[in-house]
């Protein structure tokens, strides 16, 4: 996580760039009803990818169906979850701030509202863990560049312990969108 102090150096993935892809992705995919569940309020990783997701909403001239907030925890998402998609008219996708939520709100739609994902609801995440490419899951989602990450810190530490920087530094790396099972992939969509 970046920290809102320009004194301290950060090594991140481009959150908001990750939110606005998946946010286009859902849109090319013909997602009417786009739902957001976020993570902790406080954290600049919820709030730049969701602010990326906002701003390729309205690029395409929607607003955010509905919005919950699961806090990082999975019980609460699966609360948030229920909550969301019960109701009459539910979200078609929806954009969860981690992958370990995704995969709460996938449990919910798939075994407690019996709902088919993607078919019914399109589901993605963030972060690209390991257990996201398990077949179970199979979700689509934004990779953080976690190696080139550490490599990025391991040298911005190796400066200022060799004299080399007198300053804070923060980078931000591109995170690739991982196209999987969870969501309806667009026509066209480069494979």
């Avoid at 919820?46 to 906002?54: N, S």
């Avoid at 699961?70 to 078609?92: C, H, I, W």
């Avoid at 929806?94 to 399109?122: E, G, I, K, T």
């Avoid at 007198?166 to 026509?187: H, I, N, Y």
């Amino acid at each position: 996580r970046a920290q809102d102090d320009p004194r301290l150096s950060s090594v991140t993935s481009d959150n908001f760039a990750g939110g606005r892809k998946l946010a286009d992705f859902l849109i090319a995919g013909a997602h009417q009803r786009i739902a957001h569940i976020a993570g902790w309020e406080g954290a600049s990783t919820q709030r730049d990818r969701e602010a990326g997701c906002m701003e390729g909403l309205e690029a395409a001239n929607q607003t955010l169906f509905a919005r919950g907030c699961g806090e990082f925890n999975y019980e609460r998402t699966k609360e948030v979850a229920l909550q969301m998609f019960s109701g009459a008219e539910r979200p078609d996708a929806v954009f969860v701030a981690n992958d370990h939520m995704a995969f709460a709100v996938m449990d919910v739609l798939r075994f407690d509202l019996r709902l088919r994902v993607p078919q019914d609801v399109s589901v993605v995440g963030y972060d690209d863990v390991a257990l996201a490419a398990w077949p179970s899951y199979n979700l689509t989602t934004v990779r953080q560049p976690a190696a080139r990450m550490v490599e990025g810190a391991i040298e911005i530490l190796m400066d200022r312990l060799n004299g080399r920087a007198d300053c804070a530094r923060q980078v931000t790396l591109d995170g690739p969108l991982q196209v999987r099972g969870s969501a309806r992939v667009p026509k066209g969509w480069p494979s």
